[in-house]
């Protein structure tokens, strides 16, 4: 009877313990979720999600220790037994603090569309300190010198910054770059050495440009971030394309900044300047309204700022640019825009002070 009564204190003490655990994993679950509604918190449900389980395996191991020191062990067996209780606590704990960090990381690097090197160097960071902390915290927990090992991980921690001390600031920039999203990929922008194109990339290290002339340019982001930059935006992409107008043939390169290289032709020569009947007669094809809408289509003013610039419906602005393409024998608005600042054509003011000068 004796025996049976030393026996049966352990296994009710355990039990109670993970009933009191499922009790306990309710009431926190509820109290939690309604502190995550009136915070609004996107993480709280990745909290949730990953503790839940793991909440019970923690009453499971407190209920175990309880029911060994309740037992009849002798002292030492309880004492190791309480150890590696302990030790698997603390394993797990790592486990979820592993996991937690992964989930809320990827839910906030995304945000700041951190590219993929980025992405992954943070969270293999973040695992090496967590496991470093649990294997420290477990060795201690069995009374096993530390100080070896802190001064190991110091020495590697240095020479890691000796190695990486030039790679730090760069990374650094590339934070910087992709929270304040002064610069995104598909910018255009101009820097005060002169450099200018689109922004294809900004990774860890730098940023790459691609120049209009197809070429590519790198730029350290530390270097990046203590320029004076001019940031276009997102213009119209460069379009190079041949393209025949009343026989004649041009080339030119088109961007949405007010085209910096346009009307570039690829055969300006003497015989182009014998046909100027043509170009005088292609010209009268056009009604003064349309000149007037190819003239802003060139500065770049989209239908519906020409609407209210004219006073006309936007649907009429539509009708009049498909009526100059298919008079002048265009593709679409860029070939258009060249073509206009092509033919130079002056407006009406222009060309009553022109006759009052002559």
């Known amino acids: 009877m004796v025996n049976w009564f030393k026996v049966a204190i352990p296994v009710l003490t355990f039990v109670a313990t993970y009933a009191v655990g499922l009790w306990l994993r309710r ?12 915070a609004k918190w996107e993480g709280s449900r990745l909290v949730v999600r990953t503790a839940r389980r793991p909440f019970l395996f923690w009453f499971l191991l407190l209920g175990v220790i309880i029911a060994i020191q309740a037992s009849i062990l002798p002292a030492e067996a309880k004492s190791m037994t309480g150890k590696a209780i302990g030790s698997l606590f603390i394993l797990s704990l790592g486990w979820v603090a592993i996991a937690l960090s992964e989930q809320l990381l990827q839910l906030y690097l995304l945000k700041i569309k951190a590219p993929s090197p980025t992405h992954d160097l943070v969270m293999n960071t973040v695992r090496v300190i967590i496991i470093v902390v649990s294997v420290l915290v477990v060795l201690d927990t069995w009374s096993v010198p530390t100080t070896p090992l802190l001064l190991l991980i110091a020495v590697i ?34 820097l005060e050495t002169g450099e200018e194109g689109y922004v294809v990339e900004i990774n860890s290290n730098n940023t790459r440009i691609k120049a209009l002339d197809e070429s590519t340019i790198i730029v350290p982001n530390s270097r990046l971030v203590q320029q004076t930059i001019v940031n276009y935006g997102h213009p119209v992409k460069i379009e190079r394309e041949l393209f025949a107008v ?9 961007t949405g900044l007010k085209a910096k290289k346009l009307g570039e032709l690829a055969d300006i ?9 043509k170009t005088a ?53 860029q070939q258009l825009a060249a073509y206009t600042v092509l033919q130079s054509w002056a407006t009406a003011d222009e060309r009553k002070t022109q006759n009052e000068r002559d």
């Open 269 to 277: 020569t003497t015989a182009e300047k014998a046909d100027s009947g």
């Open 27 to 38: 009431i926190v679950t509820n109290a939690f979720e309604h502190w995550s509604a009136r």
């Open 281 to 333: 007669e292609t010209k009268s094809i056009l009604s003064e309204r349309e000149k007037e809408i190819a003239r802003l289509i060139a500065e770049g003013i989209s239908n519906r700022e020409m609407a209210q610039k004219l006073f006309i419906a936007e649907n009429t602005v539509k009708v009049h640019i498909k009526n100059i393409l298919r008079k002048l024998e265009l593709r679409n608005r």
């Open 157 to 190: 921690v240095l020479t890691a910054i000796l190695v990486l001390r030039n790679a730090a600031p760069n990374l650094l920039a590339a934070f910087q770059l992709w929270n304040t999203e002064q610069v995104k990929a598909g910018d255009y922008i101009k």
């Open 246 to 254: 009343n026989s004649q043939t041009r080339f030119t390169e088109l």
